[in-house]
């Protein structure tokens, strides 16, 4: 197991906000376009895919595979990132948390948890389901 690391407060928007205040009750949303159907990640106002600026913030399964990852051992306290692909389809790079670092592999399977920041609201990173 890593060793407990200081996270800093992301950064909140006028694009973001509705993301940071469902995960400050532990919801973990996904912007969809309500024009199109498609889940996008990250959090912006227009659609990546039709330009459409009908966005909503829907519930996500929380659920995903790693589909890169790299643990960062020369750190002061030793972390993965990884690029995660959601159940809802897009792929976010985020933390791999909670696990032994030598038993990660591509495609192995996730789940969404939410840990504290030093003074914003709690960011969503992974952890081997």
Not at 11 to 17: A, F, G, I, M, R
Not at 46 to 64: H, L, V
Not at 108 to 120: A, I, L, M, Y
Request: with cysteine.
């Amino acid at each position: 197991m890593a060793a407990t690391r200081t996270i800093t407060s992301p950064l909140v928007s006028s694009e973001n906000q509705a993301f940071w205040n469902a995960a400050k009750q532990g919801r973990f949303t996904v912007p969809t376009c309500a024009a199109c159907g498609k889940a996008h990640w990250y959090p912006r106002a227009i659609c990546p895919f039709c330009a459409s600026d009908k966005i909503e913030w829907r519930a996500a399964s929380g659920n995903g595979t790693i589909y890169t990852y790299s643990v960062m051992r020369r750190a002061k306290e030793p972390y993965a990132i990884a690029y995660v692909t959601l159940a809802e389809g897009p792929t976010m790079m985020t933390n791999i948390v909670d696990c032994d670092f030598d038993a990660l592999r591509v495609g192995q399977p996730v789940t969404v948890v939410f840990k504290d920041t030093e003074n914003g609201p709690p960011v969503p990173m992974f952890k081997p389901a």
